[in-house]
């Protein structure tokens, strides 16, 4: 069972990762500013231009790197990484705005001692899985200041924290070569930056995350159970900041399912439960400081639903039917619960009884999560607060016109792709050379991808809620990166010497 399951997820993570690669060769999907889906066949000629822009890009900051020792190399990395994230943070005028608006809100409420947003009508008791989010915004919010700025400040040492995770993954999987091109890599992948503004839990749910990851192989490899508590303790407070990190978590049990015998597993099970009751707890003690039921709200069933239906945005994207259907269902839970279930098997049963109906969904669905290489980083901090001080910002700010307007947004839409594909490339060649080995850690990335994938067919999509699986990749193709070019320079050594 051990031998057979690896060998399971590697050829599945493989043949999702060819998907995602086939996808963006052929088709690109962008979202304009009023978050409307445009998909068109892709310019495999520019595309090819803009992977070998990025690959170029990446060699020849791999390479002068060389200079540098690996304490000097990460602490002029990082340094000129928080000075860029920090003066992101400072330059923009993104303001929260929909959920990340609603989140915000309660935050500053719950941080006064209000719970209004606790009782029906309010956000929160529709909405009651953003409660963890609102509550521990909040804790930095009562800590430092109701300013967002706060917020964007702490996502931005996340995303420094989200590169340094990747550099000690990618250095415990490889070597320390691999490692610094996975920094190089985390650093100029731009919707990561771009997205350092938009406050939500996302950025800093993939961080802790990764640690997480990152503490699993530690503990794998030398077997002290400390390792495995710091897993849980930041998985689970990584699940506080964004539930989808639920994935995560699945698939780290998987993995140690996978490494251990049967006794030592149940003990690790045991420890990685414990990381489940901080959601919980926390959920507990707000309902009782509310005086509210936070079990009162949209239903997850519904969310389902919404993942199997057609909308304006696309297959499976957003279309508001979750409000719709609750509010219908009087804002009962049990009874939007029931006619979600309803819904649900209705449509299952159409999807079953027309299988290529079936087969183009989900095709559409995966085409526009996957081929969209921005991640919706240019949309969600886009300034969509429309005050007179902010309109004449963006008037007079050249560099943010075009970024959201201009020829800096094609770039970026332009570049980003050739990332994707750079990516999604080395990471398919990595996978299928790497199972050869059965490299053990490799699970570790692949299993959350391949979580992440099956997770968003099913739910509600968006490019966005992608991004830390693509993320995760980043390893993977800064290995390949890495024995390209040790093999290039090899080369141009030996054509040296006999010449």
Not at 51 to 61: D, H, K, N
Request: net charge positive; glycine share 4%; hydrophobic share 50%.
């Amino acid at each position: 069972m051990h031998t057979f399951l690896p060998k399971m997820i590697y050829l599945i993570g493989f043949i999702i990762l060819l998907l995602v690669l086939s996808v963006n060769v052929l088709y690109t999907c962008t979202v304009t500013l009023e978050e409307k889906l445009i998909i068109k066949p892709n310019n495999i000629f520019l595309s090819i231009l803009a992977t070998i822009f990025v690959f170029l890009v990446i060699l020849l900051i791999y390479k002068l790197c060389d200079f540098f020792k690996n304490t000097n190399f990460l602490f002029f990395t990082l340094s000129i990484d928080v000075l860029i994230l920090l003066a992101w943070v400072a330059f923009s005028k993104t303001s929260p705005f929909a959920d990340q608006l609603s989140v915000y809100n309660s935050a500053i409420n719950i941080s006064q001692n209000n719970y209004i947003d606790f009782f029906k009508g309010g956000y929160i008791y529709q909405y009651n899985h953003q409660a963890t989010l609102a509550y521990m915004f909040s804790l930095f919010l009562r800590l430092f200041s109701s300013n967002y700025k706060v917020l964007q400040v702490l996502i931005s040492l996340c995303t420094l924290g989200t590169h340094l995770g990747i550099f000690k993954i990618t250095k415990e999987l490889y070597n320390e070569k691999a490692a610094k091109t996975s920094l190089i890599i985390s650093m100029l992948f731009l919707p990561t930056t771009i997205l350092t503004i938009y406050v939500y839990g996302d950025i800093i749910g993939l961080c802790l995350s990764i640690w997480a990851i990152y503490f699993t192989i530690i503990f794998l490899r030398q077997n002290k159970v400390n390792y495995l508590i710091y897993t849980s303790l930041l998985i689970g407070i990584a699940i506080l900041f964004r539930n989808n990190t639920l994935v995560f978590w699945l698939a780290m049990v998987i993995y140690l399912f996978t490494q251990l015998n049967i006794k030592k597993f149940i003990i690790a099970l045991c420890i990685m439960l414990t990381s489940l009751c901080y959601n919980y707890s926390i959920k507990q003690y707000l309902s009782y400081k509310a005086g509210s039921d936070l079990t009162k709200g949209i239903p997850s069933i519904l969310f389902v639903n919404m993942g199997l239906e057609e909308g304006p945005r696309g297959n499976g994207w957003y279309n508001g039917s979750t409000v719709v259907n609750y509010e219908s269902a009087n804002d009962d839970s049990k009874q939007a619960k029931t006619l979600g279930l309803k819904l649900v098997n209705k449509r299952i049963s159409y999807m079953l009884n027309n299988p290529m109906y079936s087969l183009n969904f989900f095709a559409g669905k995966f085409i526009t999560t996957w081929s969209e290489p921005t991640y919706e980083s240019l949309f969600f901090t886009f300034p969509h607060d429309q005050s007179t001080e902010v309109i004449n910002y963006m008037k007079n700010n050249l560099f943010l016109n075009s970024l959201y307007y201009g020829t800096l947004n094609k770039l970026i839409i332009w570049y980003c792709k050739g990332f994707v594909l750079f990516i999604a490339f080395g990471a398919t060649v990595c996978c299928f050379k790497k199972s050869k080995d059965l490299t053990p850690e490799i699970l570790l990335i692949l299993l959350p991808f391949i979580g992440t994938v099956a997770f968003h067919l099913m739910w509600e999509t968006k490019s966005r809620y992608v991004y830390p699986a693509f993320v995760l990749l980043f390893p993977l193709a800064s290995i390949y990166f890495t024995s390209i070019s040790d093999k290039l320079s090899s080369r141009l050594i030996d054509k040296s010497l006999h010449n």
